[in-house]
């Protein structure tokens, strides 16, 4: 039989351990996961209104409770947890699916400053993820500036944006709904420094920002007409010039005197983050304009916009794993067809899946084909890999070195407590936001 780990246990973590126990009868899966909750970016990164998207948990849960996968919570590989070197003495072959832990930085002065966040901290904030910042994002801010024009940039300006009638029904953490019920933020601007026809976004998102309640979206025309595609968009993907479309409607909107407002802005590059009091109070831009080539070029005019709220959403980054190689260029893990590279020459026994190993590009589904490229390869290679001798079940040795996993009876318990909260707020399932309550409800695991 052939025993794997899987780390992580987000869509490409189970998309991995389902393709493994579909193609082969013989293996045995452990998904391991840092937190004692699954799914990863499903339950910590889509949005608390697209019901839709998080339904998708359903899928994921099938796989985790697939009679030949345990899903292992609350186990962290590497410092301060199982050593990365201990995993393969305890499995034939680890697949590692950890994601991109972090986001891209700006680089600019003033980055630091308090009230400048990454959107990844803002969206962990009212995720509940339990490693987020609690400090009073929203607080004292009358307009913010989002950097960036792709899926997490307007699903955080939709959260800003929303009211207390539309989040409510979500599963959004009670602290996170209360601190956007009471936030006095009227403005968001969100920034790309290129044009209408580059922008990340989907149509399918971009048009929901103009469905909010009692909030206008506007459009500089003038921005607009600065990229060539704007003005004849025939060659552009029927993808880019349904944005065009969108964008172009917004434009010839009159304006109106609505409570909200927000400002789709292209063309400006952030310069320099401006304090105010100790504190973020504008971003300065630079127009740019397109080069030719696809890119943009500085012009030397520059725009100071006001922001108490910046936050920067240009992209999420892998970083290091404990003992195992690391492209700094590429925040990934050098592989050959998923299974990890060491100065040139395949691992025996090492793999990965997912951004790891490919970077942060495509949706969630792309996680699919990109899995089973990877359990291809380890498929491939189990008839030397089982000639190894492992324990029969890992767990007992995990357990002897200290380590207590979340199972999935514990992880059931987290969701009756969190519907019992729910219940208890007068609202359907709210999350708990923190490690104390989780690891709490996870003990009391009876039915």
């Known amino acids: 039989m052939l025993r794997v780990a899987v780390v992580g246990s987000g869509p490409s973590g189970c998309y991995t351990a389902q393709s493994l126990v579909q193609q082969d009868p013989d293996v045995v899966v452990d998904v391991l996961d840092r937190l004692p909750c699954p799914y990863g970016l499903v339950r910590y990164g889509v949005a608390p209104d697209h019901e839709k998207i998080k339904s998708l948990q359903n899928n994921l849960r099938a796989v985790l409770e697939h009679e030949r996968v345990r899903f292992l919570g609350g186990v962290q590989v590497g410092p301060g947890g199982v050593p990365a070197t201990r995993l393969p003495e305890l499995y034939h072959a680890v697949v590692y699916c950890v994601g991109a832990a972090t986001d891209r930085h700006l680089g600019i002065p003033g980055e630091e400053l308090p009230g400048s966040w ?6 962990s904030w009212y995720s509940a993820h339990p490693d987020a910042a609690d400090d009073g994002f929203v607080l004292g801010a009358r307009s913010a500036v989002v950097i960036g024009v792709g899926n997490v940039a307007v699903d955080v300006t939709r959260m800003l944006s929303r009211g207390t009638a539309e989040l409510s029904p979500t599963d959004m953490p009670q602290g996170a709904l209360t601190a956007l019920a009471a936030s ?18 989907t149509t399918k998102e971009l048009r929901e920002l103009g469905t909010l309640p009692d909030t206008e979206v506007t459009v500089d025309p003038a921005e607009l007409a600065l990229d060539p595609a704007y003005t004849d968009p025939t060659g552009l993907p029927a993808p880019q010039r349904r944005n065009i479309e969108v964008l172009r409607g917004w434009a010839e909107t009159p304006p109106r005197n609505a409570g909200h407002r927000i400002r789709l802005r292209f063309f400006l590059r952030p310069v320099e983050l401006l304090a105010d009091a100790g504190r973020v109070g504008a971003v300065r ?89 990877t359990v291809t390869s380890l498929l491939e290679d189990a008839s030397v890999l089982v000639r190894e001798e492992r324990p029969d079940d890992p767990l007992p040795a995990l357990r002897a070195e200290g380590i207590e996993p979340v199972e999935w009876t514990g992880w ?36």
């Open 412 to 447: 059931c318990a987290i969701e009756r407590a969190e519907a019992e909260l729910g219940t208890s707020l007068g609202r359907g399932v709210v999350k708990l936001p923190d490690w104390e309550s989780l690891l709490g409800a996870a003990h009391n695991s009876a039915p």
């Open 118 to 123: 990454s959107a990844t901290e803002f969206v």
């Open 184 to 201: 006095r933020v009227t403005d968001v601007s969100m920034v790309g420094r290129r044009g209408p026809s580059q922008a990340r976004f």
């Open 285 to 373: 831009f630079e127009r740019t304009a397109p080069d030719g080539q696809g890119g943009v070029t500085g012009t030397g005019r520059y725009e100071d916009v006001e922001a108490q709220l910046v936050l920067r959403s240009v992209g999420y980054r892998g970083v290091p794993l404990e003992g195992l190689p690391f492209d700094p260029a590429t925040a990934t893990v050098p592989h050959l067809a998923g299974r990890v590279l060491r100065e040139g020459s395949v691992a025996p026994g090492e793999y990965v899946a997912g951004w790891i190993k490919r970077g942060p590009t495509g949706v969630i589904g792309t996680n699919r084909s990109d899995a089973k490229e």
